[in-house]
């Protein structure tokens, strides 16, 4: 600020300054003060996070006022808003009000009696913890990836690898699908790779956590036989059906369906044998016989025909006297069932896991019976009441619970798509109102622990809603005696995002720690226009406390999944960079994901960090013609720059 400056501003407001002064000075007390109310849990942290938690006291302070008008002033003087004072909340206000005393000619405020963290420690602080939880950052780029594993990368060593080589930071293996032996091949494939490129790669396990899903909902055992048709509906192209003895014989190429079939029946099959059958439709079909090999054959149908349990296949050029002319199909397994609910709809929630049903109605079309669908866990039934929310399927269908009693829970479906939602089985249940009495450790959970202490760097604790869930993974991982992993907190409830202050000064306690963003099951929790908010105040928070957080679900989903990315996916990667990881999920094309990512992460480095834009020179501004004469064309002003100065050259 130049003199001139700072004499306008004096004539301009002097009062305005002593008030604002007065505001500020004011507003610093309170914070201090709110600070020492919290001075138990403060002493309680581990001391590489001493500062950091004690910064978190102080910004939860500062966020209990409505700072707006009180920036909109001191915006007006050209003087730092506090917009960006997470991580070092003191040292913000404190030159703020050094600055306000300098224009109101006042002494110099006295010096504070702790000292607080300030811009260059915070950065440092967040970067230290940071790479203690998530590795090294890649040459390049800071903000880390990491990778949910798919099943195959347990025998894969080339998956793993070209997923480290493109930029992998982070491998994550999801404990609520595999198992142990698995985990443990996919560690060791992750172990040689990091050997052949001289890289390094963090193991982070998932707990599965109490996942609320629906019970059974099994469908027909019923087998479809379709041929391949094009526009007009002409065969181009016969179903192979799998003709097998025993059910659990697997066909060697691709078959559109298998059917178990009596041995001694299968071995009197020829190449060119008809047989003819009544589909459940009471459709007369027929099946030729392609290919007969030692494992079984190979048998073409020409129409579409549904088959079932005990359907006849019948020899046709087989005598009618011959014993081995007919032949039964075996036991098929049953496709998954699905209910259909409209707004409008009742659906009860039963406390046992019988298979669910649909709903029956009369001629009239009146409903007789609700459909109905079992719990995984009853035990809610005694934490939720009657008025509160209830979600299925990530949001698909919502409703509202209108009563409760000791066997079943009453739903009054409110949100379905039109022309009604589907919901099967094994499906997530989300009660956002409710106040659920569900630990974040599962029996399942606790098995899993001795494993993932062995062998994970760090351990991501699901469907984390409380200080005491943090506390109770310390002390199990405590007593299994092996080197602590680094322990993440998954965000992903209601409760859990209201409690996310006490849980980070538990976590604290801990010598290593972070956040990770749940966003799929917190934007149902939540409602989904509430998320972008939501995640906003958690980056804040943990950014105050200096603890690194994971961006996490349907980053690139599109990409990864169907290999094609959506442009609302990429603006979305992108906002990752505020994290300091990002997290893929798997899918056909992660590879293809993570390339793509990395690009998106490295470009963004340069414009953005945190809060903060980065101003770098404007490539687009530079190549604007000088001259006003020479008129606005834009796209002429582009074209007139040599290739390796264009901005699309550009590797930022």
Same mark, same amino acid.
């Given at each position: 600020?130049?003199?001139?400056?700072?004499?306008?501003?004096?004539?301009?407001?002097g009062?305005?300054?002593?008030a604002?002064?007065?505001?500020?000075?004011?507003?610093?007390?309170c914070?201090?003060a709110?600070?020492?109310?919290?001075?138990?849990?403060l002493?309680?942290?581990h001391?590489?996070?001493?500062?950091s938690?004690?910064?978190?006291?102080?910004?939860l302070?500062?966020?209990?006022?409505?700072l707006?008008?009180?920036?909109?002033?001191l915006?007006?003087?050209?003087?730092?808003s506090l917009?960006?004072?997470?991580?070092?909340?003191?040292?913000?206000?404190?030159?703020?009000?050094?600055?306000?005393?300098?224009?109101?000619?006042?002494?110099?405020?006295?010096?504070?009696?702790?000292t607080?963290?300030d811009?260059?420690?915070?950065?440092?602080?967040?970067?230290?913890?940071?790479?203690?939880l998530?590795?090294?950052?890649?040459?390049?780029r800071?903000?880390?990836?990491?990778?949910?594993m798919?099943s195959?990368?347990?025998?894969d060593q080339?998956?793993?690898?070209?997923?480290?080589?493109?930029?992998m930071?982070?491998?994550r293996?999801?404990?609520?699908h595999?198992?142990?032996?698995?985990?443990?091949?996919?560690?060791?494939q992750?172990?040689?790779?990091?050997?052949a490129?001289?890289?390094?790669?963090?193991?982070?396990?998932d707990?599965?956590?109490?996942?609320?899903?629906t019970g059974?909902m099994?469908?027909?055992?019923?087998?479809?036989?379709?041929? *391949?048709? #094009?526009?007009?509906?002409? !065969?181009?192209?016969?179903?192979?059906?799998?003709?097998? @003895? +025993? =059910?659990?014989? %697997?066909?060697?190429?691709?078959?559109?369906?298998?059917?178990?079939?009596?041995?001694?029946?299968l071995?009197?099959?020829?190449?060119?044998?008809?047989?003819?059958?009544t589909?459940?439709?009471?459709?007369?079909?027929?099946?030729?016989?392609a290919?007969?090999t030692?494992?079984?054959?190979?048998?073409e149908?020409?129409?579409?025909a549904?088959?079932?349990?005990?359907?006849?296949?019948?020899?046709?050029?087989?005598?009618a006297?011959d014993?081995?002319?007919?032949?039964?199909?075996?036991e098929?397994p049953?496709v998954?069932?699905?209910?259909r *609910?409209? #707004?409008g709809d009742?659906? !009860?929630?039963?406390?046992?896991?019988?298979?669910?049903? @649909? +709903? =029956?109605?009369? %001629?009239?079309?009146?409903?007789?019976?609700?459909?109905q669908?079992?719990?995984?866990?009853?035990?809610?039934?005694?934490d939720?009441?009657?008025?509160?929310?209830?979600?299925?399927?990530?949001?698909?269908?919502?409703?509202?619970?209108?009563s409760?009693?000791?066997?079943?829970?009453?739903?009054r479906?409110?949100?379905?798509?039109?022309?009604?939602?589907?919901l099967?089985?094994?499906?997530?249940?989300?009660?956002?109102?409710?106040?659920?009495?569900?630990?974040?450790?599962?029996?399942?959970?606790?098995?899993?622990?001795?494993?993932?202490?062995?062998?994970?760097?760090?351990?991501?604790?699901?469907?984390?809603?409380?200080?005491?869930?943090?506390e109770?993974?310390?002390?199990?991982?405590?007593?299994?005696?092996?080197?602590?992993?680094?322990?993440?907190?998954?965000?992903?409830?209601?409760?859990?995002?209201?409690?996310l202050p006490?849980?980070?000064?538990?976590?604290?306690r801990?010598p290593?720690?972070?956040?990770?963003i749940?966003?799929?099951?917190?934007?149902?929790?939540?409602?989904?226009?509430?998320?972008?908010?939501?995640?906003?105040?958690?980056?804040?928070?943990?950014?105050?406390a200096?603890?690194?957080?994971?961006?996490a679900?349907?980053v690139?989903?599109?990409?990864?999944?169907?290999?094609?990315?959506?442009?609302?996916?990429?603006t979305?990667?992108?906002?990752?960079?505020?994290a300091?990881c990002?997290?893929?999920?798997?899918?056909?094309?992660?590879?293809?994901?993570?390339?793509?990512?990395?690009?998106?992460l490295?470009?963004m480095?340069a414009?953005?960090?945190?809060?903060?834009?980065?101003?770098?020179?404007?490539?687009?501004?530079?190549?604007?013609?000088?001259?006003?004469?020479?008129?606005?064309?834009?796209?002429?002003a582009?074209?007139?720059?040599?290739?390796?100065?264009?901005p699309s050259?550009?590797?930022?």
């Amino acid at each position: 600020m130049t003199a001139d400056q700072g004499s306008g501003l004096r004539s301009a407001g002097g009062s305005d300054i002593k008030a604002l002064l007065e505001e500020l000075a004011s507003l610093r007390e309170c914070i201090v003060a709110d600070a020492a109310k919290s001075q138990a849990p403060l002493e309680a942290t581990h001391p590489s996070y001493r500062d950091s938690a004690r910064n978190l006291l102080h910004y939860l302070g500062l966020r209990r006022h409505d700072l707006r008008p009180l920036q909109l002033r001191l915006a007006a003087l050209g003087l730092s808003s506090l917009g960006r004072a997470e991580s070092h909340v003191l040292a913000t206000v404190d030159a703020v009000l050094d600055v306000l005393h300098r224009l109101a000619r006042l002494p110099p405020q006295p010096p504070s009696q702790e000292t607080p963290v300030d811009f260059a420690k915070g950065e440092r602080l967040l970067a230290e913890h940071t790479e203690a939880l998530l590795g090294r950052a890649t040459h390049g780029r800071v903000v880390r990836i990491m990778v949910t594993m798919p099943s195959e990368a347990a025998h894969d060593q080339i998956l793993v690898r070209k997923l480290l080589q493109q930029g992998m930071d982070c491998m994550r293996i999801n404990c609520a699908h595999d198992d142990a032996a698995t985990w443990l091949r996919m560690i060791e494939q992750l172990r040689r790779a990091e050997h052949a490129l001289g890289r390094s790669c963090r193991v982070v396990m998932d707990l599965a956590g109490p996942k609320l899903r629906t019970g059974p909902m099994p469908g027909p055992a019923v087998v479809r036989v379709r041929p *391949l048709r #094009d526009a007009f509906g002409r !065969v181009t192209a016969p179903a192979r059906v799998w003709l097998s @003895a +025993a =059910t659990s014989a %697997s066909p060697p190429a691709p078959a559109d369906a298998c059917l178990p079939v009596p041995g001694p029946w299968l071995a009197g099959l020829r190449a060119g044998e008809e047989l003819s059958f009544t589909d459940a439709r009471d459709a007369q079909r027929c099946l030729v016989v392609a290919d007969v090999t030692e494992a079984g054959c190979w048998a073409e149908a020409s129409a579409t025909a549904y088959i079932v349990q005990g359907t006849v296949l019948r020899r046709t050029s087989v005598p009618a006297r011959d014993e081995l002319r007919d032949a039964a199909v075996g036991e098929l397994p049953a496709v998954a069932g699905a209910l259909r *609910l409209h #707004d409008g709809d009742t659906l !009860v929630l039963t406390r046992d896991l019988r298979p669910g049903r @649909a +709903a =029956t109605l009369d %001629s009239a079309g009146r409903v007789l019976t609700p459909a109905q669908i079992g719990c995984t866990m009853p035990e809610v039934f005694e934490d939720v009441r009657s008025g509160e929310s209830i979600w299925f399927d990530d949001g698909k269908i919502g409703g509202v619970i209108e009563s409760v009693d000791s066997g079943e829970v009453r739903v009054r479906v409110t949100h379905a798509r039109p022309g009604g939602a589907k919901l099967g089985a094994d499906k997530g249940i989300n009660l956002p109102d409710s106040q659920l009495r569900l630990g974040a450790l599962s029996e399942k959970d606790l098995e899993d622990l001795d494993f993932v202490a062995r062998h994970a760097d760090v351990v991501e604790l699901s469907f984390a809603n409380s200080a005491r869930d943090v506390e109770l993974l310390q002390q199990h991982l405590a007593s299994l005696g092996h080197r602590p992993p680094a322990v993440v907190l998954k965000i992903e409830t209601r409760r859990g995002f209201e409690s996310l202050p006490d849980m980070l000064l538990a976590a604290m306690r801990w010598p290593c720690c972070g956040v990770m963003i749940a966003r799929g099951d917190l934007a149902v929790e939540c409602g989904f226009e509430r998320l972008a908010e939501v995640q906003e105040e958690i980056l804040w928070i943990c950014e105050a406390a200096h603890v690194p957080v994971i961006w996490a679900t349907q980053v690139l989903e599109t990409l990864a999944k169907k290999g094609v990315p959506s442009r609302a996916e990429i603006t979305d990667a992108a906002m990752g960079h505020r994290a300091e990881c990002v997290m893929l999920n798997k899918g056909p094309h992660v590879l293809s994901a993570v390339t793509v990512l990395d690009d998106i992460l490295r470009r963004m480095q340069a414009h953005q960090a945190k809060k903060r834009a980065m101003l770098r020179q404007l490539r687009l501004a530079c190549a604007l013609p000088s001259d006003p004469h020479l008129g606005s064309d834009l796209y002429g002003a582009l074209a007139s720059v040599p290739l390796a100065e264009h901005p699309s050259a550009s590797g930022d």
